[in-house]
């Protein structure tokens, strides 16, 4: 460890199974080698890790201790779970205070660059805490994105992905489907329009457990369950992706590939508000966008799916999905973003 290494703790509760961790576990890693901080990820379960990072990594995994009293420089809670208390109080010791950040969940709405960068000092400790919301515009926070992203894109052979697992040749006319989503009732209704489709569908499906089968038109596949860096080639290799939660919702973004959204569900539908929000922004880059609308509403049980009409749109969406993309690159990257924010407040 380098003497004048910058020390950042992030605090990580697994609620939505692998979207908190893996926000956590891509922030985590950025900074340790991009940013070169000694980053410890305390989390209360670190199982979806195993699975999202097998690979070595520079940031050290902690189980969750309440009892932990050594605050680093820079302090990261995501999604409010707030330290342990005997870490605080260890905080509010120290002869120059932590900086202090909320990491908050990714949200469209209009409110959030007014919030983004807000203190909230503490009620009793000469603490104070910074909000830093992720966002899609300038002053948010901005979206994770790794600096050799464009440049592993570049060099990605989706041949070689389908024969590494074991996938057959693209048919002519083939639109391939990924499917990362919660539950949903709404899809078998939708693998048997695939089926009657006049062109060949291959959905694969990450971490499932079906077995290969093909019906009418449709072939789906099952794959392993991806870690982070290859579930961006799965994205890469498709024409269509189904994404959830909030990790590979961002992946899909940059991809720069027409994607779906399951939204994470949350009671009496307030989770709509979330998803008209980001739809307000996104189905206006330009034609489809009312097909957009209609079939995400309807994929988180807000209707019923009309695939012809989402498909006769796809053309004009994968056009919008790259626009979109290249106006997300035109903002620094989340980890980039929150260093700087960070190194104003040690000054």
């Excluded at 605080?88 to 205070?97: C, D, G, Y």
């Excluded at 457990?209 to 794959?223: C, F, V």
Aim: net charge negative; proline share 8%.
């Amino acid at each position: 460890m380098k003497s004048d290494q910058l020390h950042c703790d992030i605090f990580c509760r697994v609620v939505d199974n692998y979207g908190d961790a893996a926000v956590c576990w891509r922030l985590a890693r950025q900074l340790a080698v991009e940013h070169d901080w000694h980053v410890r990820l305390w989390i209360d379960d670190p199982a979806p890790l195993r699975k999202l990072a097998p690979i070595s990594s520079p940031v050290e995994v902690r189980p969750w201790d309440n009892e932990i009293d050594d605050p680093a420089d820079i302090v990261i809670e995501a999604f409010a779970c707030e330290p342990p208390a005997a870490y605080i109080a260890a905080m509010a010791k120290e002869k120059h205070a932590p900086v202090w950040l909320n990491l908050e969940y990714l949200s469209a709405e209009t409110w959030v660059a007014s919030c983004h960068g807000l203190p909230s000092p503490h009620p009793r400790l000469r603490l104070t805490k910074h909000f830093f919301f992720p966002g899609f515009t300038a002053g948010t926070g901005s979206l994770l994105r790794e600096r050799d992203y464009t440049a592993r894109r570049t060099v990605f052979n989706e041949t070689a992905f389908r024969e590494e697992f074991g996938l057959p040749g693209r048919q002519t006319d083939e639109l391939v489907v990924s499917l990362f989503s919660y539950s949903n009732p709404a899809l078998p209704a939708l693998q048997e329009v695939w089926s009657q489709s006049p062109t060949p569908i291959s959905l694969l499906v990450p971490g499932g457990t079906e077995p290969a089968s093909q019906t009418g038109n449709l072939r789906q596949y099952p794959l392993p369950f991806l870690p982070q860096i290859r579930y961006d080639e799965l994205l890469w290799a498709c024409d269509l992706n189904f994404v959830r939660g909030e990790d590979s919702f961002v992946r899909a973004q940059w991809a720069a590939k027409p994607f779906v959204w399951h939204i994470y569900p949350q009671a009496e539908g307030a989770h709509f508000i979330k998803l008209d929000a980001f739809l307000a922004r996104y189905a206006k880059v330009g034609a489809g966008g009312t097909a957009l609308r209609h079939f995400w509403h309807t994929w988180n049980g807000d209707g019923t799916l009309d695939w012809p009409e989402f498909a006769t749109a796809l053309p004009a969406l994968t056009r919008n999905a790259q626009t979109w993309t290249k106006e997300l690159a035109s903002h620094p990257d989340l980890a980039t973003s929150l260093v700087q924010f960070c190194l104003e407040r040690l000054k």
